[in-house]
């Protein structure tokens, strides 16, 4: 089977410094994959040469089978590979609605004159009101998006992601910032959303290692820029050498 999303022999160099060093993976559908590994080991670089925000320094990306490398955020997410963007922080001043606009109306095609379509635009009224249900954020549509408690931005920034209904989302800490009480709270709403929208697959960069072994199908772990191991939470909650490089001390 084709994977929806394929990392191969990808190298990010900055001067010397290999920040991805030979990384490889898949993505396959009805796959949640954890990207795991201590502080530096390149996960957000990653993230970031898979949503096309960076280009490889060798190496490529395919996308259901298709060459992707360095194609850019805005080309893949037509495409269907998306990655939460944390809009509250780029459009602070922004409503909940309005936030959500941006993505309803970037996927619909409507950009001009952007937000000035919403108050006249009755369709994408309806899909931003019914994202924001599936976020549990309805009630709040008409708040000043940087107002929100932190477990909501969270919400609001990945509910801004989905809004885009991509096959493939790309999450980079989703419950940074987010009391240990909420954290479970914000995955089951995104678990339950991905699968009402139709998403294919979801890969997370998560530091949260409660998270990541209660939801993963599989996880990847980093360390010095390269694959250390990929494999289903058991095999590697048993790797001495995950727990070692992850945890930075001897397993117990």
Do not use: C, W
Request: glycine fraction near 8%; hydrophobic fraction near 45%; avoid cysteine.
């Amino acid at each position: 089977m084709t994977p929806l999303l394929e990392a191969r022999d990808v190298v990010k160099r900055y001067g010397d410094f290999r920040a991805l060093d030979g990384v490889s993976l898949r993505l396959a559908p009805g796959e949640f994959v954890s990207v795991i590994g201590p502080n530096g080991a390149g996960k957000t670089t990653l993230v970031n040469v898979l949503s096309g925000l960076l280009r490889p320094s060798a190496g490529t990306v395919r996308f259901k089978g298709r060459d992707v490398t360095g194609l850019g955020p805005i080309r893949l997410a037509r495409l269907g590979l998306v990655r939460s963007f944390q809009l509250v922080h780029v459009f602070p001043a922004l409503t909940v609605e309005e936030t959500l606009a941006v993505a309803v109306v970037s996927r619909l095609g409507r950009t001009r004159r952007l937000l000035a379509r919403l108050s006249a635009d009755a369709e994408v009224r309806r899909q931003v009101r019914e994202v924001a249900e599936l976020f549990g954020l309805a009630e709040r549509l008409g708040q000043s998006a940087r107002t929100l408690p932190q477990g909501d931005k969270k919400l609001l920034d990945v509910a801004s992601a989905f809004a885009l209904h991509p096959e493939v989302i790309l999450l980079d800490e989703p419950t940074s910032g987010v009391s240990t009480r909420e954290k479970h709270a914000v995955m089951d709403v995104l678990v339950a959303a991905a699968k009402r929208i139709g998403v294919q697959a979801i890969l997370q960069v998560e530091h949260d290692l409660d998270i990541v072994f209660g939801y993963s199908d599989r996880i990847v772990a980093l360390h010095q820029g390269r694959v250390l191991a990929d494999g289903p939470p058991d095999a590697l909650r048993r790797d001495a050498q995950v727990v070692a490089a992850v945890l930075g001390r001897p397993p117990a």
